[in-house]
């Protein structure tokens, strides 16, 4: 069993920046992807981003709503991804939240929330006009 645990988010205004940190324990073997998702009430949650964690590296993938603003890379330790989110949109809103698959192929695979193992609890992102 693998356990996220997020850290960052928060209230920021448009065109600031917030960066969240996602890091994996409880497990005695690496993951092969992780990556972030949000959601807000009505609405399916989508990919946002995601990178290649394991030996073979990949990515990162980014959703076309985030490229250019958003930067996902892996930490010095293996199982930490951490996500810069920079000129916030207020339709950045939403609640964040950490994914990581074990075994499988990120690139083709990133965007369905189907595909991952393991979720975080959320952390919460607001972004006021």
């Known amino acids: 069993q693998v356990q996220l645990a997020e850290s960052g988010g928060g209230s920021v205004q448009a065109g600031g920046s917030l960066r969240l940190s996602c890091a994996a324990s409880g497990y005695t073997y690496s993951t092969d992807c992780m990556g972030w998702f949000r959601q807000t009430p009505g609405k399916e949650r989508e990919g946002v981003a995601a990178?290649?964690?394991?030996?073979?590296?990949?990515?990162?993938y980014y959703a076309a709503s985030v490229e250019g603003r958003f930067t996902l890379s892996q930490e010095n330790a293996k199982n930490t991804v951490s996500l810069q989110m920079d000129s916030l949109k207020p339709e950045d809103t939403g609640m964040y939240y950490c994914a990581a698959k074990e075994v499988g192929w990120c690139g083709g695979n990133w965007r369905n929330r189907f595909w991952f193992d393991y979720w975080g609890q959320g952390t919460q992102v607001t972004v006021s006009s």
């Open positions: 990178i290649y964690t394991g030996s073979g590296g990949g990515g990162p």
